[in-house]
């Protein structure tokens, strides 16, 4: 559900930013603050001191979660694909639905 | 839509269906059993009915033949009697006259021996016939039961 633009001010690593987006006020600042946690984590760690080589390396570790994220959803939807396959059969023709299109 | 909720959706779906499904199995089996205990307990009915009227049929064909056997023995006896009688009305019918009618009293008893005989022969021979049309209609029962075992069958 989306809504109306608006602006959400928020702040990563002590900067603040006004950001334009769709979604909902509550979404805009969890997802700053999931970024600002990740990038102090890199900094604490000791990986690095600067703060642009600390986001790209919390981009990088997003990004990582994202793919592996995306892959788990894909896994998942090929098993859900193949219990309605199982089930099917057991339901009269009339009740089976529309058969998925292959790919 | 993301794919992995259109699969979602669509399993959901079918599971639902496939629950409707089960509640029609289920119910068809209930009735089923529920017609299966009907059918069972008419058999064991007709079953106890049966075996009755069969001791009762025994019991009357047994009546029945000792009756006959009591007919002809009667019969025999009045048979001999008559021929006794004429016997001596031949050889001395006024000599022996006075003694025949001394023997009236005898043949009179014989001869209500043979009403009695006939009376109860009568009498088995009627619950022969009762027992005849029980054991048909039992029979007509059993047919009907089994029908029904047939087309509980046939479901």
Same mark, same amino acid.
């Given at each position: ?9 928020? !702040? ?5 930013? &006004? ?6 006020? =509550?979404?805009?600042?969890? @997802?700053?603050?999931? +970024?600002?946690?990740?990038?102090? &984590? ?32 894909? $896994?998942?939807?090929? =098993? ?7 089930? !099917? ?15 | ?12 779906? #079918?599971?639902? !269906?496939?629950?409707? /499904? ?6 068809? &089996?209930?009735? *089923? ?6 059918? $069972?307990?008419?058999? #064991?009915?007709?079953?106890? @009915? #049966? ?8 019991? +009357? ?15 025999? *006896?009045?048979?001999? *009697?008559?021929? &006794?009688? *004429?016997? !001596? ?11 025949? +009618? ?7 008893? %014989?001869? $209500? ?5 006939? %009376? ?6 009627? /619950? ?16 009907? #039961?089994? /029908?029904?075992?047939? /087309?509980?069958?046939?479901?």
């Amino acid at each position: 559900m989306t809504e109306p633009r608006t602006v959400v001010r928020v !702040r990563i690593v002590g900067e603040e930013y &006004a950001l334009r987006t769709d979604a909902s006020s =509550q979404h805009t600042e969890a @997802v700053a603050h999931h +970024l600002d946690r990740t990038i102090r &984590a890199i900094l604490a760690s000791g990986a690095t001191v600067e703060t642009p080589r600390a986001a790209i390396l919390a981009a990088l570790q997003i990004t990582d979660e994202l793919f592996r994220e995306r892959a788990a959803a894909a $896994e998942l939807t090929g =098993q859900l694909q193949q219990l309605a396959s199982d089930i !099917r059969p057991l339901l009269p023709p009339d009740k089976r639905g529309d058969e998925p299109s292959p790919g | 839509m993301r794919p992995d909720l259109a699969a979602f959706r669509e399993l959901d779906a #079918l599971v639902r !269906r496939l629950t409707e /499904q089960m509640a029609v199995f289920r119910r068809r &089996a209930l009735t *089923a059993e529920a017609r299966v205990r009907e059918l $069972e307990h008419g058999i #064991l009915e007709a079953r106890s @009915v #049966l075996t009755a009227t069969r001791q009762e049929l025994a019991v +009357l064909t047994e009546s029945r033949e000792h009756a006959l056997a009591a007919a002809r023995e009667a019969t025999a *006896a009045a048979r001999s *009697a008559r021929e &006794a009688l *004429a016997e !001596r009305e031949r050889m001395a019918p006024a000599a022996d006259l006075r003694a025949t +009618l001394g023997d009236l009293p005898a043949l009179a008893a %014989n001869s $209500e021996a043979d009403a009695e005989l006939a %009376n109860e022969n009568a009498r088995l021979v009627a /619950q022969l016939a009762e027992a005849r049309v029980r054991t048909g209609r039992m029979a007509d029962r059993v047919r009907f #039961l089994r /029908q029904q075992m047939m /087309q509980g069958a046939e479901r």
